[in-house]
T-cell receptor, first 114, second 116 residues
């Protein structure tokens, strides 16, 4: 199996606060995890690549100081949305890579910033 | 970089009919082509994948074909059922290595509706 969990599944926060989302690979080790953002009725937009023990690689246009990524172990990566604002409201999804290609996705986190 | 185009954007079929979704890719170095099914409010679920050394792969009612020369691949669902209704995404990637990390490039998605 290849199961990836995300926590929390939903979060509502006030503007200006920070929110941390956890992504865990439950039954395999993942050197690399990916963080995506998805807008309604749109495809997945890669935000950053998270590598265990090293700095994350961010896609063009993604603010690394706003979206902090930590990949401290082979089964856990975290995404922290700092000083969240309403425009950060979105569906955030992580995936974990197994082997050289296969990516297994978490169930997603719905973030609403008031 | 890689570019993946997916068609159609919406597909409506009657239960029991077949559904076909097509994707094209631009980078001839891509060698892994997965298909994901995403239900509303959930994360994408890997349903089938194919590697560039294979032309076709089948898993029960689902099959994927790959034409490396033309750089396109397709998802075929036979005997569709209402529970097949979802958004389907194709993707392409190269093996992880160097700075590639095995990043996926996704198509735009196809909303499949199967009418009972």
């Amino acid at each position: 199996g290849a199961v990836v969990s995300q926590h929390p599944s939903r979060v509502i926060c006030k503007s200006g606060t920070s929110v941390k989302i956890e992504c865990r690979s439950l039954d395999f080790q993942a050197t690399t995890m990916f963080w995506y953002r998805q807008f309604p009725k749109k495809s997945l937009m890669l935000m950053a690549t998270s590598n265990e023990g090293s700095k994350a690689t961010y896609e063009q246009g993604v603010e690394k100081d706003k979206f902090l990524i930590n990949h401290a172990s082979l089964t856990l990566s975290t995404l922290t949305v700092t000083s969240a604002h309403p425009e950060d409201s979105s569906f955030y999804i992580c995936s974990a890579r197994k082997g050289v290609n296969e990516q297994f996705f978490g169930p997603g986190t719905r973030l609403t910033v008031l | 970089g890689e570019n993946v185009e997916q068609h159609p954007s919406t597909l409506s079929v009657q239960e029991g009919d077949s559904a076909v979704i097509k994707c094209t890719y631009s980078d001839s170095a891509s060698n892994y082509f997965p298909w994901y099914k995403q239900e509303l409010g959930k994360g994408p679920q890997l349903i089938i994948d194919i590697r560039s050394n294979v032309g076709e792969k089948k898993d029960q009612r689902i099959a994927v074909t790959l034409n490396k020369t033309a750089k396109h691949f397709s998802l075929h669902i036979t005997e569709t059922q209402p529970e097949d209704s979802a958004v389907y995404f194709c993707a392409a990637s190269k093996n992880a290595g160097g700075t590639s990390y095995g990043k996926l490039t996704f198509g735009q998605g196809t909303i499949l509706t199967v009418h009972p």
